[in-house]
């Protein structure tokens, strides 16, 4: 077997590419590949056309993929501009260290979700009625630029009123908080996403709804030509994206046009009341609008644009700001407010993250700090939302801590990925155990209240009882047992409880310990001896 080759006298500004290849290897020496490496760098998420990436990747495939590599080999295939890049995905110095464990978590409720057929697909016009119910699909993006996607996720879909939430903030972006709020509220309406009414200012209660994001199409660049305000929003959205352009649904277009008649009266309504900018062309500001909903993405896009929302208005594939973070944070608190059509408090209320829905199925989920998630499912609930998009957002906050208010109370079944799990156990035994060694019986209760494992062990496979009885706290023990914590767990020396108070000389441990230890056995039940026949 071909031994790892070690690197002599590493220049020091290069000394974490001898770390990177001797970790791609193991203890016993197994030879580093070409295809290993491509095969790390998925497993930590980015894809093969991950632009930060792009040569390095392409130098790895194109080796052959049996070759070993030797140390200079694998430092020669690492772009001089991607040096940065590489390390942090294959040190795991990432948003999400252990990508590949989240995504089977995501796999698995992307799964479970597929059962849910109730619904029906929207039928106001023919294009989004004739869409196959059963199209799904899922994309991941996060922070440091992870991806993951599943299901149909090549196929393209109108983004519909998911379009809202861009066009606040690049609006947003062309002019301040108040020149933007002196023309639209920020209110739920507790009212239809269409409803022919305005809040008591006589302004769209919100950018979420109709009213409120024909306003918004009003803001942006409105003495420019409509065929150039056209393309600058697409190019907004193209960044957004990390570089892939969005397409466009003529068929749609047309077809919202025709059937606008209630957004026609909207705009109508909103002008009889003052509502819009001096000189506002309703005809091309509701021509916009229908344009903007009429995009269509697929959800490796939208994800990478929830994701450029999650970053606070930076692209984690291009590292390029595309809107101000203040836009961002204000366009968040909407979406988390108002996102959800008529079910947008019970979303806030149960789901707890900032999202946006749209009637042809999309759903886009931004968790702040982490990743943003694209769903596309054409089936809709009474309120308009994506069936399976809904119950995708119910089973994730289950699962992960990403409610908003999540870090509020200690629930131990909730994973954060952010921090890894060797991470996890090892605060979790570490509290424990020094909470048990100082005798603190207030942080021990805390911990015995969240559900927190209290025959956990560390890495030398001590808990907390051996702590509690090597220096001698007697109540820290009594708490533990009452807690019903193991009596007799063996660290790596074989060492119970009991051997280490003795060893101590911790006497009223020891007549604890096996007080409890006999208690136990009197407790269990006695087997029936069978009597002679």
């Given at each position: 077997?071909?031994?790892?080759?070690?690197?002599?006298?590493?220049?020091?500004?290069?000394?974490?590419?001898?770390?990177?290849?001797?970790?791609?290897?193991?203890?016993?020496?197994?030879?580093?590949?070409?295809?290993?490496?491509?095969?790390?760098?998925?497993?930590?998420?980015?894809?093969?056309?991950?632009?930060?990436?792009?040569?390095?990747?392409?130098?790895?495939?194109?080796?052959?993929?049996?070759?070993?590599?030797?140390?200079?080999?694998?430092?020669?295939?690492?772009?001089?501009?991607?040096?940065?890049?590489?390390?942090?995905?294959?040190?795991?110095?990432?948003?999400?260290?252990?990508?590949?464990?989240?995504?089977?978590?995501?796999?698995?409720?992307?799964?479970?979700?597929?059962?849910?057929?109730?619904?029906?697909?929207?039928?106001?016009?023919?294009?989004?009625?004739?869409?196959?119910?059963?199209?799904?699909?899922?994309?991941?993006?996060?922070?440091?630029?992870?991806?993951?996607?599943?299901?149909?996720?090549?196929?393209?879909?109108?983004?519909?009123?998911?379009?809202?939430?861009?066009?606040?903030?690049?609006?947003?972006d062309l002019a301040d908080r108040d020149t933007v709020h002196h023309h639209v509220g920020r209110e739920p309406s507790g009212?239809?996403?269409?409803?022919?009414?305005?809040?008591?200012?006589?302004?769209?209660?919100?950018?979420?709804?109709?009213?409120?994001?024909?306003?918004?199409?009003?803001?942006?660049?409105?003495?420019?030509?409509?065929?150039?305000?056209?393309?600058?929003?697409?190019?907004?959205?193209?960044?957004?994206?990390?570089?892939?352009?969005?397409?466009?649904?003529?068929?749609?277009?047309?077809?919202?046009?025709?059937?606008?008649?209630?957004?026609?009266?909207?705009?109508?309504?909103?002008?009889?009341?003052?509502?819009?900018?001096?000189?506002?062309n309703l005809a091309e500001t509701l021509d916009f609008y229908f344009q903007c909903c009429s995009m269509t993405v697929d959800?490796?896009?939208?994800?990478?644009?929830?994701?450029?929302?999650?970053?606070?208005?930076?692209?984690?594939?291009?590292?390029?700001?595309?809107?101000?973070?203040?836009?961002?944070?204000?366009?968040?608190?909407?979406?988390?407010?108002?996102?959800?059509?008529?079910?947008?408090?019970?979303?806030?209320?149960?789901?707890?993250?900032?999202?946006?829905?749209?009637?042809?199925?999309?759903?886009?989920?931004?968790?702040?700090?982490?990743?943003?998630?694209?769903?596309?499912?054409?089936?809709?609930?009474?309120?308009?939302?994506?069936?399976?998009?809904?119950?995708?957002?119910?089973?994730?906050?289950?699962?992960?801590?990403?409610?908003?208010?999540?870090?509020?109370?200690?629930?131990?079944?909730?994973?954060?990925?952010?921090?890894?799990?060797?991470?996890?156990?090892?605060?979790?035994?570490?509290?424990?155990?020094?909470?048990?060694?100082?005798?603190?019986?207030?942080?021990?209760?805390?911990?015995?209240?969240?559900?927190?494992?209290?025959?956990?062990?560390?890495?030398?496979?001590?808990?907390?009882?051996?702590?509690?009885?090597?220096?001698?706290?007697?109540?820290?023990?009594?708490?533990?047992?009452?807690?019903?914590?193991?009596?007799?767990?063996?660290?790596?020396?074989?060492?119970?409880?009991?051997?280490?108070?003795?060893?101590?000389?911790?006497?009223?441990?020891?007549?604890?310990?096996?007080?409890?230890?006999?208690?136990?056995?009197?407790?269990?039940?006695?087997?029936?001896?069978?009597?002679?026949?």
């Amino acid at each position: 077997m071909t031994a790892i080759e070690p690197i002599a006298s590493p220049d020091p500004g290069q000394a974490w590419i001898a770390r990177l290849y001797r970790s791609l290897g193991s203890e016993s020496g197994t030879p580093v590949r070409a295809c290993d490496v491509v095969e790390r760098f998925k497993e930590a998420g980015f894809p093969d056309d991950d632009p930060r990436l792009r040569s390095t990747l392409l130098n790895f495939r194109q080796a052959p993929s049996d070759e070993v590599l030797t140390a200079e080999s694998f430092a020669g295939k690492i772009a001089p501009d991607e040096m940065s890049m590489v390390q942090r995905a294959l040190s795991g110095a990432l948003v999400i260290p252990d990508f590949q464990g989240f995504g089977e978590h995501v796999r698995a409720m992307f799964e479970e979700c597929r059962e849910e057929r109730s619904g029906q697909v929207a039928s106001y016009i023919p294009q989004l009625a004739r869409v196959d119910e059963e199209k799904y699909a899922l994309g991941l993006c996060t922070i440091s630029g992870q991806q993951l996607s599943l299901g149909d996720d090549q196929d393209h879909y109108c983004v519909q009123s998911t379009c809202k939430p861009i066009n606040y903030a690049v609006a947003r972006d062309l002019a301040d908080r108040d020149t933007v709020h002196h023309h639209v509220g920020r209110e739920p309406s507790g009212r239809s996403f269409n409803e022919l009414m305005l809040n008591p200012q006589g302004l769209p209660h919100n950018p979420m709804i109709n009213a409120g994001a024909i306003m918004c199409s009003s803001l942006i660049n409105p003495q420019t030509p409509l065929a150039d305000r056209f393309d600058f929003i697409m190019d907004k959205w193209q960044q957004l994206a990390g570089g892939r352009r969005p397409a466009f649904d003529n068929a749609v277009y047309l077809s919202e046009k025709a059937t606008a008649d209630r957004n026609f009266a909207l705009a109508y309504f909103m002008r009889e009341n003052n509502a819009f900018p001096a000189n506002t062309n309703l005809a091309e500001t509701l021509d916009f609008y229908f344009q903007c909903c009429s995009m269509t993405v697929d959800v490796r896009q939208m994800a990478v644009i929830a994701a450029t929302l999650a970053n606070g208005g930076i692209c984690p594939v291009t590292n390029q700001r595309v809107l101000r973070s203040e836009t961002v944070k204000d366009c968040l608190s909407l979406m988390y407010s108002c996102g959800m059509y008529d079910f947008s408090g019970e979303y806030a209320f149960t789901v707890g993250i900032p999202a946006k829905s749209g009637v042809s199925g999309a759903l886009m989920l931004v968790v702040p700090g982490v990743c943003g998630i694209a769903i596309w499912s054409p089936r809709l609930d009474r309120c308009g939302n994506s069936v399976r998009g809904v119950s995708f957002s119910q089973k994730l906050v289950k699962k992960f801590a990403f409610h908003s208010y999540a870090n509020m109370v200690e629930d131990h079944s909730l994973i954060n990925p952010t921090v890894s799990e060797v991470v996890r156990t090892a605060d979790a035994s570490g509290y424990l155990c020094a909470a048990a060694a100082s005798g603190d019986l207030s942080e021990l209760r805390r911990l015995i209240a969240t559900g927190a494992d209290i025959s956990r062990s560390d890495y030398d496979g001590r808990t907390a009882l051996h702590l509690a009885a090597c220096e001698g706290q007697v109540e820290a023990a009594r708490l533990l047992i009452g807690a019903g914590c193991d009596l007799e767990p063996r660290d790596r020396w074989g060492n119970t409880p009991l051997d280490d108070a003795k060893r101590e000389k911790r006497y009223d441990i020891v007549a604890l310990l096996r007080s409890e230890a006999l208690d136990k056995r009197n407790a269990a039940p006695k087997k029936r001896v069978a009597s002679a026949a």
